[in-house]
């Protein structure tokens, strides 16, 4: 069966850091594209990161210089650093396995969840206060 699990969310001050790891299962995890999605507040879902199988790294605008995707193939976990941290960072955040040309959509998670099936985890939230 095919799961991504997320930890690692939490509040934190802005300037703060968090690291959200994805632990998945149930899939062949070296040979996939592996992201992170979050819901925007006009309701579009963004995909901050993604890592495809050979290491090759995309990210949004928004989070570049920021925010770190890495991938551990032997563990097949995919983890998120998040450093200097804004409040407009706060959101749920989804482990997800995207194609490979994935990008921002404006589709709510929702429909992105339901694209990607199984391949979408529950969410961790992120909060940053000011």
């Known amino acids: 069966v095919v799961q991504l699990v997320e930890s690692g969310g939490g509040s934190v001050q802005a300037g703060g850091s968090l690291s959200l790891t994805c632990t998945a299962s149930?899939?062949?995890?070296?040979?996939?594209?592996m992201g992170w999605y979050r819901q925007t507040p006009v309701n579009r879902c963004e995909l901050v990161a993604s890592m495809s199988s050979d290491g090759w790294a995309y990210y949004a605008d928004s989070v570049k210089g920021r925010f770190t995707i890495s991938r551990d193939n032997a563990k097949i976990t995919v983890v998120l650093q998040m450093n200097s941290l804004k409040p407009e960072d706060t959101s749920m955040y989804y482990c997800a396995a995207p194609p490979s040309t994935a990008r921002s959509t404006t589709d709510t998670c929702t429909a992105v969840a339901l694209a990607l099936g199984n391949f979408w985890g529950q969410g961790t939230q992120v909060t940053v206060s000011s």
């Open positions: 149930g899939f062949n995890f070296d040979d996939v594209n």
